[in-house]
């Protein structure tokens, strides 16, 4: 199975600013964690290393069992009047709770 993810171009500025600030931000780790009203939900953090479960896409990396669940996403970084965030538009996701915090596959 080929791994798919697109950035759009305010992820992908998004990203290099955060990571550029600080070496203990060296990656920008996308995950899926099993929680949230939905059944699933993402996960943004940093870290500094990566392990050999982990595909890297540029300064971003994501688990292999993840990347499974979002492939063939977009990742875009919205600027709205109630915030900032990272949104994923997955293909997989059947349905998603009000807050868009949380999906089902």
Aim: hydrophobic share 30%; proline share 1%.
């Amino acid at each position: 199975m080929i791994k798919k993810i697109e950035f759009t171009e305010r992820a992908k500025k998004q990203i290099e600013k955060i990571t550029s600030e600080s070496e203990s931000k060296k990656y920008f780790r996308i995950s899926v964690k099993g929680g949230g009203c939905s059944g699933f939900k993402y996960n943004f953090s940093f870290d500094s290393s990566t392990s050999k479960e982990d595909v890297l896409f540029d300064n971003t990396v994501i688990d292999k069992t993840s990347l499974d669940i979002i492939n063939g996403s977009i990742i875009d970084f919205k600027v709205e009047m109630i915030g900032e965030s990272f949104v994923i538009n997955n293909p997989k996701a059947s349905s998603s709770c009000g807050c868009g915090l949380s999906f089902s596959v």
